[in-house]
């Protein structure tokens, strides 16, 4: 393995001249096979070990020490070992180690053996490092704090604090460089009560005025929420360094106290590109997203974090197209992306359903190692989901070299979205016969995939495993799970039953499920019913008062329908406008009901009128049900045609090759008669459409859909 050299004090004639003694030692040594007793020509391979190891040579070190057929003094086991720290060579050290038990070698020095669990915790093997500390005879303070911070830096937070636990009971005293990582744990955890423990341990042991220790406590109560006692502790400290004003700014920022949070910025004595960050995650966490792209600009300097902060920012927020836009313009400053950059800008790709986009991107990290990293793993098999392209998330969830529950909840999901209930039941059967149990995000997709699957018996029995088998208690989302299966399935007295015994009070999402399946059913008497419910509850989301139009217009009362809109006036709700998207050539194009703004409207009106002629002769019709106006029959089917997932997919027909998919997004339900049109569409142009709406996927191909209407 490649060493890369560290500057030395040596001049090159020296150097030199250390390789010229040492090649000739080397090869008198490999033609002598015989034991030697120690003598001047050992001595100087300690030295020649020493001094290679502090060249930064530990290669060249490693083959001298593996030559000698003896034990040699400690200092030349200290030089290597630290060399093994200072490049972050596990495999070598282990052979350092190896080289230390063969040759029987007993240091009494306890730092010696401090510095052996060090070279693990640093190279990142706890499991070695833990191995060596249980060996130990004795143990002393410095032991103890590689162990528990090595532990923390690693995420391994309970490991740490239980470690600290053993280590006051053992008798040994923690300093100021074993709190910061005992309470770093505490943070990670956001375990406030802990942290207070140590916090009293801390003034027990004289450390509060420390300034490590305090910006460790001013840390720890921030990210456990606890803003007040954060300031309490910065305003008692006897000096303040950057980190300390840096981590009460990200305290106020991340707990919403973005006001508090831009007056101490503002009275910062000096300003890190960490303090700069910590104010644009604030505005971003509490969603001013134009305060923090403001700030971002303003930046002196900028590195990944703030510009991966951003790009999260504007993906988080529904600005997914510039979230890509930063994305460029910040390759192009020539900062390198981590890999949360590549997890928050696929997410972009993801909400956009921009495959081309999140293609291109997944090639720029196969020539990386972010390629192996579980989160960029996992953010890459959502983006295929939610392109509608399974057959590419399975194939990439295959691949990934380690998966843990994010990732399997990632494939779960996916499967449920696209329809494939048999799949998602079958990948989370393999998951519970693993080492990683469902949590209660696993159960949202697997019940999810049951609904839209028509599973109720295996949707249901898994509901109730839930409880019985993992002990986790039924969420809201779990609950509108179940009734959403048994209201698809017809089975609306069920449902409603269910939401009579549920322990708790059933929100809007819960009457929302009930009211969509009396839509889909036709039950105006139970969907009425519900809607009041739902008015009282959120009287300001306009997708109720939809549906219920919804069937009063299938049933053709046009009074009922005047007299829900004239509500909505009255209570200054709004109907959201439905839009659709397309990705053609890595650009997003989006359509409004009925547009006319689009340089190309004139052809692709002229290809819906042809298309509607080749659909009526294949023997569609229709569906007027749809259309909420009260309007002349040729009208309402004008109106049906002009819905904007239809210009999208015409749009889509003119400017791609033939044969290619097309994938269109839409922002609320597709309607019973789009979904009819699309599949006379898939079979005419002999292409799949896929399209993907609020609730799930539809892939469109030779006249059917995947959904097998049910949906």
């Keep these: 393995m490649a060493v890369a050299?560290?500057?030395?004090?040596?001049?090159?004639?020296?150097?030199?001249?250390?390789?010229?003694?040492?090649?000739?030692?080397?090869?008198?040594?490999?033609?002598?096979?015989?034991?030697?007793?120690?003598?001047?020509?050992?001595?100087?391979?300690?030295?020649?070990?020493?001094?290679?190891?502090?060249?930064?040579?530990?290669?060249?070190?490693?083959?001298?020490?593996?030559?000698?057929?003896?034990?040699?003094?400690?200092?030349?086991?200290?030089?290597?070992?630290?060399?093994?720290?200072?490049?972050?060579?596990?495999?070598?050290?282990?052979?350092?180690?190896?080289h230390i038990i063969q040759t029987a070698f007993n240091s009494q020095d306890i730092s010696f053996v401090n510095r052996l669990v060090t070279m693990y915790a640093k190279c990142g093997s706890l499991v070695d490092a833990r191995r060596v500390l249980d060996q130990m005879p004795r143990r002393n303070v410095v032991t103890w704090t590689v162990i528990i911070a090595a532990y923390a830096r690693q995420g391994l937070a309970?490991?740490?604090?239980?470690?600290?636990?053993?280590?006051?009971?053992?008798?040994?005293?923690?300093?100021?460089?074993?709190?910061?990582?005992?309470?770093?744990?505490?943070?990670?955890?956001?375990?406030?009560?802990?942290?207070?423990?140590?916090?009293?341990?801390?003034?027990?042991?004289?450390?509060?005025?420390?300034?490590?220790?305090?910006?460790?406590?001013?840390?720890?109560?921030?990210?456990?929420?606890?803003?007040?006692?954060?300031?309490?502790?910065?305003?008692?400290?006897?000096?303040?360094?950057?980190?300390?004003?840096?981590?009460?700014?990200?305290?106020?920022?991340?707990?919403?106290?973005?006001?508090?949070?831009?007056?101490?910025?503002?009275?910062?004595?000096?300003?890190?590109?960490?303090?700069?960050?910590?104010?644009?995650?604030?505005y971003v966490r509490n969603g001013h997203i134009d305060e923090a792209w403001s700030l971002f600009q303003e930046m002196p300097q900028r590195n990944v974090i703030?510009?991966?902060?951003?790009?999260?920012?504007?993906?988080?927020?529904?600005?997914?197209?510039?979230?890509?836009?930063?994305?460029?313009?910040?390759?192009?400053?020539?900062?390198?992306?981590?890999?949360?950059?590549?997890?928050?800008?696929?997410?972009?790709?993801?909400?956009?359903?921009?495959?081309?986009?999140?293609?291109?991107?997944?090639?720029?990290?196969?020539?990386?190692?972010?390629?192996?990293?579980?989160?960029?793993?996992?953010?890459?098999?959502?983006?295929?989901?939610?392109?509608?392209?399974?057959?590419?998330?399975r194939h990439v969830f295959d691949r990934m070299l380690e998966r843990n529950r994010v990732s399997l909840n990632a494939m779960i999901a996916g499967y449920a979205m696209n329809g494939c209930g048999k799949e998602a039941v079958k990948l989370f059967d393999q998951m519970k016969h693993s080492i990683t149990n469902p949590d209660h995000v696993t159960f949202v997709s697997i019940?999810?995939?049951?609904?839209?699957a028509g599973m109720v018996d295996e949707g249901l029995q898994y509901f109730k495993c839930m409880s019985d088998d993992y002990n986790i208690t039924p969420a809201m989302e779990h609950y509108s799970c179940i009734v959403d299966l048994l209201g698809r399935a017809g089975r609306l007295n069920d449902a409603q039953d269910f939401i009579s015994k549920m322990p708790e009070k059933p929100n809007a999402t819960v009457w929302g499920c009930l009211l969509a399946a009396c839509r889909s059913h036709?039950?105006?008497?139970?969907?009425?019913?519900?809607?009041?419910h739902l008015f009282e509850l959120d009287p300001n989301h306009t997708g109720h008062y939809v549906l219920?139009?919804?069937?009063?217009?299938?049933?053709?009362?046009?009074?009922?329908?005047?007299?829900?809109?004239?509500?909505?006036?009255?209570?200054?709700?709004?109907?959201?406008?439905g839009y659709s998207w397309i990705e053609v050539n890595k650009h997003v194009y989006a359509f409004l009901v009925g547009d006319m703004s689009h340089p190309q409207m004139e052809k692709i009106y002229a290809t819906l009128e042809d298309l509607s002629r080749k659909m009526k002769a294949a023997g569609y019709v229709p569906d007027t049900r749809f259309v909420l106006k009260d309007l002349e029959e040729e009208q309402k089917e004008q109106s049906l045609f002009h819905h904007s997932e239809k210009l999208a997919i015409a749009f889509g027909l003119l400017n791609t090759a033939p044969g290619t998919t097309i994938r269109v997004i839409k922002n609320l339900?597709?309607?019973?008669?789009?979904?009819?049109?699309i599949k006379f569409i898939s079979k005419i142009i002999a292409r799949e459409i896929i399209v993907r709406d609020l609730n799930r996927f539809h892939h469109f191909k030779d006249g059917r859909c995947s959904c097998g209407d049910y949906w």
């Design 522 to 532: 036709n039950n105006i008497e139970l969907g009425e019913k519900v809607a009041e």
């Design 669 to 677: 339900r597709v309607c019973g008669d789009c979904h009819s049109a």
């Design 306 to 393: 703030s510009w991966t902060a951003m790009i999260a920012g504007f993906t988080q927020n529904g600005r997914s197209q510039e979230a890509l836009k930063l994305f460029e313009q910040m390759k192009l400053a020539g900062v390198r992306p981590n890999s949360n950059t590549y997890a928050s800008v696929l997410s972009a790709c993801a909400n956009l359903a921009a495959l081309e986009q999140g293609m291109e991107i997944h090639e720029e990290i196969s020539g990386s190692t972010y390629l192996s990293d579980v989160f960029v793993g996992s953010a890459l098999v959502d983006m295929y989901s939610k392109c509608g392209s399974i057959e590419s998330a």
């Design 158 to 282: 309970q490991e740490a604090l239980a470690l600290y636990r053993l280590m006051q009971e053992s008798g040994i005293q923690p300093n100021q460089f074993t709190f910061p990582s005992v309470l770093s744990a505490c943070a990670e955890l956001a375990d406030l009560g802990q942290g207070k423990e140590v916090h009293e341990d801390i003034i027990r042991s004289g450390f509060e005025s420390d300034v490590y220790v305090g910006n460790a406590l001013v840390d720890m109560y921030g990210k456990c929420g606890s803003t007040e006692n954060a300031r309490n502790v910065f305003d008692k400290m006897p000096q303040r360094n950057v980190v300390a004003w840096n981590a009460m700014l990200a305290g106020y920022a991340h707990n919403g106290n973005v006001d508090v949070a831009l007056k101490l910025f503002q009275m910062m004595p000096e300003r890190s590109v960490v303090s700069w960050t910590s104010m644009v995650v604030g």
């Design 447 to 452: 019940l999810s995939a049951c609904c839209h």
């Design 548 to 577: 219920l139009s919804n069937m009063y217009a299938a049933a053709g009362r046009w009074d009922e329908i005047e007299r829900v809109r004239k509500m909505m006036k009255e209570r200054c709700v709004k109907k959201k406008a």
């Design 5 to 98: 050299q560290k500057p030395s004090s040596c001049t090159q004639p020296q150097q030199k001249r250390i390789v010229l003694i040492m090649g000739t030692m080397l090869h008198s040594q490999a033609t002598n096979n015989t034991p030697r007793t120690l003598g001047n020509a050992d001595t100087n391979s300690h030295d020649h070990v020493n001094t290679l190891c502090k060249l930064g040579r530990l290669k060249e070190g490693l083959q001298i020490l593996h030559l000698m057929d003896y034990c040699p003094p400690s200092s030349t086991y200290d030089s290597i070992v630290q060399a093994c720290i200072n490049c972050n060579a596990l495999p070598e050290g282990k052979l350092v180690h190896a």
